[in-house]
């Protein structure tokens, strides 16, 4: 299946500092509201790459599907977005026959997302509450890559040209609740 995704994590937190009213330090009441009330969240999202598969750049079986022949592994040990396999495991079958490449024999790059949240909550009144917060999506800018050009014969074939994800993105907010 090319939804086969060998391991996946995801994982919510969130971690209340230890300051203000009713906590470890600096608890005196005169600072609790500046310095109390202070929470940092995120999701992190940590998984294995998903299968594709290997064709051709220009068909052989007169408009059917072309799939290569392959003759090694085709995972590199080291690969990176320049050169993601080794195209020159994979070579056009003779015409009117079909290759011997199955389905999903290698697998894209993997995925990291870290989502961050900074949070305050006050209490301003005994029913009127506020809370600000700072998210930040992909907090860490990672790029996660997209498939690489898996069509032998591409000039682009083995490469990666694309993004799945977008840049950091942050977001202020505030809320009263009352």
């Known amino acids: 299946s090319g939804f086969d995704v060998k391991q996946r994590f995801v994982g919510s937190w969130v971690y209340e500092l230890p300051f203000g009213s009713g906590k470890r330090w600096l608890n005196g009441e005169s600072v609790s509201r500046l310095i109390g009330g202070w929470q940092v969240a995120g999701i992190t999202t940590l998984s294995t790459g998903r299968p594709y598969s290997v064709t051709l750049n220009q068909g052989v ?7 290569p022949n392959r003759f090694c592994d085709g995972n590199l040990s080291n690969p990176d ?3 993601w396999f080794n195209t020159q495991c994979f070579v056009a079958p003779p ?10 024999v290698l697998y894209g790059p993997s995925t990291v997302d ?4 900074l949070v305050k909550n006050t209490v301003i ?13 992909n907090a860490f800018n990672t790029p996660n890559f997209g498939f690489p050009n898996a069509a032998i014969g591409s000039p682009l074939a083995g490469r990666i040209t694309s993004t799945i994800n977008d840049n950091r993105d942050l977001q ?3 809320r009263l609740e009352f």
């Open 95 to 104: 015409a009117n026959t079909y290759g011997n490449v199955a389905r999903g």
């Open 172 to 174: 202020l907010a505030l």
């Open 114 to 117: 870290w989502d961050l949240s």
């Open 61 to 67: 079986n007169n408009g059917a599907p072309s799939w």
């Open 125 to 137: 009144r005994e029913r009127l509450r506020a809370q600000i917060r700072l998210d930040a999506f």
């Open 81 to 83: 977005p320049a050169l």
